[in-house]
């Protein structure tokens, strides 16, 4: 094995792990983002957890729809007043604390 071989190698490696761990980051993200539309809902507990996996779901079952779309239909047809700016701004800072969390987790301990 050469030594360009051992670099393609490493190059893969790496490309994957930033994959994965993106992908992470996104399906954490979204859970913040449902974790934080439940509460404004008033849903706490199971039904807490329960929302915030359907907006997780979301970013996989609706076509052309994503996670804040979703929160964003789902608080205005309770009536809670909330616009979509609002929402991108909580799932920046949700994008935030999941990539935070995240390369936490994957630190060796």
């Known amino acids: 094995m050469t030594i360009f071989d051992d670099r393609e190698k490493a190059f893969e490696a790496k490309f994957r792990l930033d994959q994965e761990t993106q992908f992470k980051v ?7 983002l449902g974790l934080w539309a439940a509460d404004r809902m008033g849903l706490s507990g199971d039904a807490a957890k329960a929302y915030a996996l359907s907006v997780v779901d979301a970013e996989f079952t609706e076509p052309d729809h994503d996670a804040s779309h979703k929160v964003v239909r789902d608080l205005t047809s309770l009536g809670i007043g909330i616009d979509a700016a609002s929402v991108q701004q909580e799932l920046v800072r949700c994008q935030e604390l999941a990539r935070v969390q995240i390369i936490d987790e994957m630190k060796p301990r």
């Open 26 to 32: 996104s399906i954490r993200r979204d859970k913040l």
